[in-house]
């Protein structure tokens, strides 16, 4: 196994230029590798979404990873920054933290609320919270390209929290001070706006966990099923914080017919062993194709025209697959969908 073993120095070259791995020789050259391709994704991201809400040219560069207590990366701040946190879902709850400079969650914040970075917005939870949001779609964006190097296990951000730091704060604050974390910043610079840095960070048990994920999809092995720990943060960093409410939309809405009597039931499967996993279940009401300059002349009253018209049977989904069609009904005051088709197996197959 030593053969497998990088040194300081052939690390540094692995990730292009960075790299204080101290004493820690846990990190072998493939688990080196696949968290670069994670540094790099986490990268494409930042750059892909923030380019869209600035609607400016921006770059990224991974910066230098490190392998430090959690003591050590604090020590490194001069300023107390702002927590994201959030778990794997669909890869054992782990849990992910991003640790941003305070001016450019702010500044991410004012591209979310319409604004233009260049004045910076006193810090509020309002801010905080259009700061999370767009965060948590760098996050979603990620997730999405790492899936694609896992062999088809779906990622999908869990367990989303965000806060200012306080004193003595810690990016996963429930792991001791002395646990060591992987690092690796990216430094964002946005056309005429002054560079910021966003840093992904894993502890470093999970971080190698995930390039042993990786590196087992590139050898063929499939994904075992996954099940949730039910540990919501899995030892994160920020807590509290939310989105942001929207604006109110005064649009008239859809004449709905109420929710009559019946309903099927069939017999009961023999499915007991896995009767109460929980499964995400989406009723999709249309999609739209929009190109990156609608979607920014968007504001509060606009109306996006979806691809189906008033009446047709809505799509619904468990764990993004197709299984039926409906209509949607209200049920008091609620919103609900009754379920007019099933989708046929082949059809569940393909979708």
Same mark, same amino acid.
């Given at each position: 196994?030593?053969?497998?073993? /990088? ?6 070259? /692995?990730?292009? @230029? ?24 986490? +990268?494409?991201?930042?750059? $892909? ?17 490190? &392998? ?9 701040? $001069? ?29 991410? *914040? ?19 919270? *259009? ?15 790492? $899936? ?9 951000? =869990? ?7 306080? =004193? ?14 992987? +690092? ?7 056309? @005429? ?16 966990? &995930? ?15 996954? !099940? ?25 809405? +859809? ?11 069939? +017999? ?29 002349? /968007? ?5 996006? =025209? ?26 008091? =005051? ?15 197959? !393909?979708?």
């Amino acid at each position: 196994m030593g053969d497998d073993l /990088l040194s300081p120095d052939e690390i540094n070259a /692995l990730l292009s @230029g960075g790299g204080d791995f101290g004493d820690v020789d846990e990190v072998s050259s493939q688990d080196a590798e696949q968290l670069a391709k994670v540094a790099d994704t986490f +990268a494409n991201s930042e750059n $892909s979404v923030i380019n869209m809400l600035a609607g400016k040219n921006v770059t990224t560069n991974v910066g230098s990873t490190e &392998i430090l207590t959690q003591d050590e990366f604090s020590a490194k701040f $001069s300023e107390i920054p702002f927590l994201f946190s959030s778990t794997f879902g669909g890869m054992d709850d782990l849990p992910l933290a991003l640790v941003v400079d305070q001016k450019g969650a702010l500044m991410l *914040a004012d591209f979310m609320m319409g604004g233009t970075g260049a004045e910076v917005p006193e810090p509020s939870d309002m801010y905080w919270g *259009a700061a999370q949001e767009g965060l948590s779609q760098v996050v979603g964006s990620a997730f999405t390209s790492l $899936s694609a190097m896992l062999a088809g296990r779906r990622l999908m951000p =869990e367990n989303t929290s965000s806060a200012l730091g306080e =004193e003595g704060w810690r990016a996963f604050s429930l792991e001791p001070a002395d646990k060591k974390i992987w +690092a690796t910043p990216v430094s964002v610079t946005i056309e @005429g706006l002054k560079p910021f840095n966003i840093w992904t960070c894993l502890t470093l048990d999970n971080a190698l966990t &995930i390039a042993g994920y990786m590196r087992d999809a590139l050898e063929g092995k499939k994904p075992q099923p996954q !099940a949730s720990n039910n540990n919501p943060m899995g030892g994160g960093g920020a807590m509290g914080g939310g989105r942001p409410a929207g604006p109110a939309v005064d649009v008239r809405p +859809a004449a709905f017919q109420p929710l009559g009597g019946g309903g099927g039931g069939g +017999a009961p499967s023999p499915i007991d062993l896995i009767a109460d996993i929980p499964v995400r279940v989406t009723v999709e009401l249309g999609k739209a194709r929009k190109s990156v300059s609608e979607i920014l002349a /968007l504001t509060a009253g606009a109306v996006v =025209e979806l691809d189906k018209m008033a009446g047709e049977p809505v799509d619904i989904l468990v764990n993004g697959k197709l299984i039926a069609h409906g209509e949607v009904v209200v049920i008091d =005051e609620n919103f609900g969908v009754r379920i007019t088709d099933i989708v046929a197996g082949a059809a569940r197959a !393909a979708s």
